[in-house]
């Protein structure tokens, strides 16, 4: 079930849907690099370009995460 979350941007409110799932992948990853949930997502909007919206941009940086999490495993 997808969710509505809310964060402020460069000084302005905006919101996003996700799977909790996500959001909370999201919140893993800003944890284990030592940052706020809301710079993280400061963070992906500021790279995702134009051409998407924000919450696809959260959904494929949690996935590039997670691949990148799971190729490290099998280096290792």
């Known amino acids: 079930?997808?969710?509505?979350?809310?964060?402020?941007l460069h000084?302005?409110?905006?919101?996003f849907s996700l799977e909790p799932a996500f959001h909370d992948e999201l919140k893993t990853i800003a944890e284990a690099?030592?940052?706020?949930?809301?710079a993280l997502i400061r963070?992906?909007?500021d790279?995702?370009?134009?051409?998407g919206?924000?919450?696809s941009a959260l959904r494929l940086h949690?996935?590039?995460?997670?691949?990148?999490?799971?190729?490290d495993a099998v280096a290792n």
């Open 1 to 8: 079930m997808i969710r509505k979350y809310s964060t402020t």
């Open 43 to 45: 963070e992906i909007d």
């Open 11 to 15: 000084g302005h409110r905006t919101s």
């Open 62 to 71: 949690v996935l590039d995460w997670l691949k990148r999490k799971a190729g």
């Open 33 to 38: 690099r030592g940052m706020p949930v809301a």
């Open 47 to 51: 790279a995702r370009g134009v051409d």
């Open 53 to 55: 919206n924000l919450s």
